[in-house]
C-alpha cells in the first residue's frame, strides 16, 4: 500500500456520460498529480494542484477538470465521455519539498466508455 | 522541450540473464532523471533517482542505472533477472517550469524460464 488511495478501482460508463474520480492523497503530501495512460497515448501529464490550488496544466481536455478540497484529497471529473477517454487514471501525490522528485503514485482507476 | 526516449518497445530476456533497459533523453541543463517500474495492474514504483553527483545509481530491487551525459542516456541495469521482473519500465524526467514528470513510452520486459 502506497498511501495513495483511488476510488474507483474500475469504472465502466457509457459514452457521453459523465464521471468523478477520487484521489486521497498519502498523509502530509500536499501536492496531488494526475496522469492518464493509454495504449496510443502513453503517460501523460494532466494536472498539478497544491494545497488546494492549481499549479500546472498538461495535456487536459476541456471537458476534463479537477480539484483539490481543504481535506487535500482531489476529484478528476471527466465529462461528454467519448470512447478514447478509456484509459488508466492515476494519481500522484508529493509533500512540498519533494515535488516531482518524491511522487508515490495510487493504483490507479481503470475507466471503460463503452 | 524535454523529453526522454525508450527505443525498446519490449524485451525478452531469459532468467539469471543480464538485463539493459535504454533511455535517452533530450535536456539543456543537467536533467533530473527517473526509472519507475509498473507491474500488471499496479500504479508505478520508483526504482531509482538521478539528480547530480554519483552517475552510477543503485535503486531498490537490485537495480542501477548510469547517467552518461556524453550520450545523453540513462539506462537502467540488472546483472540477473528474475521472473518476478517482468513488469513495465518508465524511464522519466522532471518538466522545467512545472513540478511534473514526463514519461517515456515505457519497455515491457518479458522474463523466460
Known amino acids: 500500500d502506497s498511501g495513495v488511495t483511488q476510488t474507483p478501482k474500475h469504472l465502466i460508463t457509457a459514452t457521453g456520460q459523465r464521471v468523478t474520480l477520487r484521489c486521497s492523497p498519502r498523509?502530509?503530501?500536499?501536492?496531488v498529480y494526475w496522469y492518464q495512460q493509454s495504449l496510443d497515448q502513453g503517460l501523460q501529464f494532466l494536472i498539478h494542484y497544491y494545497n488546494g490550488e492549481e499549479r500546472a496544466k498538461g495535456n487536459i481536455l476541456e471537458r476534463f477538470s479537477a480539484q483539490q478540497f481543504p481535506d487535500l484529497h482531489s476529484e478528476l471529473n471527466l465529462s461528454s465521455l467519448e470512447l478514447g477517454d478509456s484509459a488508466l487514471y492515476f494519481c500522484a501525490s508529493s509533500g512540498r519539498t519533494r515535488g516531482a522528485y518524491g511522487y508515490t503514485f495510487g493504483s490507479g482507476t481503470r475507466l471503460t466508455v463503452v | 522541450a524535454q523529453s526522454v526516449t525508450q527505443p525498446d518497445i519490449h524485451i525478452t530476456v531469459s532468467e539469471g540473464a543480464s538485463l539493459e533497459l535504454r533511455c535517452n533523453y533530450s535536456y539543456g541543463a543537467t536533467p533530473y532523471l527517473f526509472w519507475y517500474v509498473q507491474s500488471p495492474g499496479q500504479g508505478l514504483q520508483l526504482l531509482l533517482k538521478?539528480?547530480?553527483?554519483?552517475?552510477l545509481v543503485q535503486g531498490i530491487k537490485g537495480f542501477e542505472a548510469e547517467f552518461k551525459r556524453s550520450q545523453s542516456s540513462f539506462n537502467l541495469r540488472k546483472p540477473s533477472v528474475h521472473w518476478s521482473d517482468a513488469a513495465e519500465y518508465f524511464c522519466?524526467?522532471?518538466?522545467?517550469?512545472?513540478?511534473?514528470?514526463?514519461f517515456g513510452t515505457g519497455t515491457r520486459l518479458t522474463v523466460i524460464p
Open positions: 522519466a524526467v522532471v518538466q522545467t517550469g512545472a513540478n511534473n514528470l514526463f
Open positions: 498523509s502530509g503530501d500536499l501536492s
Open positions: 538521478y539528480f547530480s553527483g554519483d552517475t
